[in-house]
T-cell receptor
Framework: EPEVTQTPSHQVTQMGQEVILRCVPI?????FYWYRQILGQKVEFLVS????????KSEIFDDQFSVERPDGSNFTLKIRSTKLEDSAMYFC??????????????FGPGTRLTVT | DAKTTQPPSMDCAEGRAANLPCNHS???????VYWYRQIHSQGPQYIIH???NNETNEMASLIITEDRKSSTLILPHATLRDTAVYYC??????????????FGTGTRLTIIP
């Protein structure tokens, strides 16, 4: 069964450093998402991406964050200058199709980001 | 999206049916009920969704009341692997199909051996 993959599984970085989290969505999917979950808290939406542009972003997704689909298979989340409060599990998700129906999102296993 | 209310935790004996309730009293006509679960710290996993009719798939059944103000997710024969946090989410139908999921705190279901 096709699945969303994410690398690395765990990333440790120092405050102020840039990090790039990578995701490979399911191959025929068209919609891509990033969510995050701070330890012990809810899963929070960050951004959705379609047709090479951001569809929607949350208040969390400020100028320090960016997303890119550089080569037609990878989908990346970049945090320009990490802060301690960026420590969280980051989940990538993808979904297929569109139109006037709702399609389920498939989530990857997550990347645990630890900012020290 | 409509707000949902779920009990924070539930236990169920292994092999029995687990019935997880969700209240969504402010749901509107174009909103679907979705269920996801999150096992330990893994990525959320889609279970089932419905609009107003009862739905069943290989994982679970979804019972939606006639007034659509509440629903119940049923895991017919719970196993230890069903221990997870279960999220009831209401999503708006639109023409784009890429709406975000808004997760609440969910119900932590523990299956007891």
């Amino acid at each position: 069964e096709p699945e969303v993959t994410q690398t690395p599984s765990h990333q440790v970085t120092q405050m102020g450093q840039e990090v790039i989290l990578r995701c490979v969505p399911i191959s025929n999917h068209l919609y891509f998402y990033w969510y995050r979950q701070i330890l012990g808290q809810k899963v929070e939406f960050l951004v959705s991406f379609y047709n090479n542009e951001i569809s929607e972003k949350s208040e969390i997704f400020d100028d320090q964050f960016s997303v890119e689909r550089p080569d037609g298979s990878n989908f990346t989340l970049k945090i320009r200058s990490t802060k301690l409060e960026d420590s969280a599990m980051y989940f990538c998700a993808s979904s297929s199709g569109g139109g006037s129906w709702l399609i389920e999102q498939y989530f990857g296993p997550g990347t645990r980001l630890t900012v020290t | 999206d409509a707000k949902t209310t779920q009990p924070p935790s539930m236990d169920c004996a292994e092999g029995r049916a687990a019935n997880l309730p969700c209240n969504h009293s402010t749901i509107s006509g174009n909103e679907y009920v979705y269920w996801y679960r999150q096992i330990h710290s893994q990525g959320p996993q889609y279970i089932i969704h419905g609009l107003k009719n009862n739905e069943t798939n290989e994982m679970a059944s979804l019972i939606i009341t006639e007034d659509r103000k509440s629903s119940t997710l049923i895991l017919p024969h719970a196993t230890l692997r069903d221990t997870a946090v279960y999220y009831c989410i209401v999503r708006t139908l639109s023409n784009f199909g890429n709406e975000k999921l808004t997760f609440g705190t969910g119900t932590r279901l523990t299956i007891i051996p």
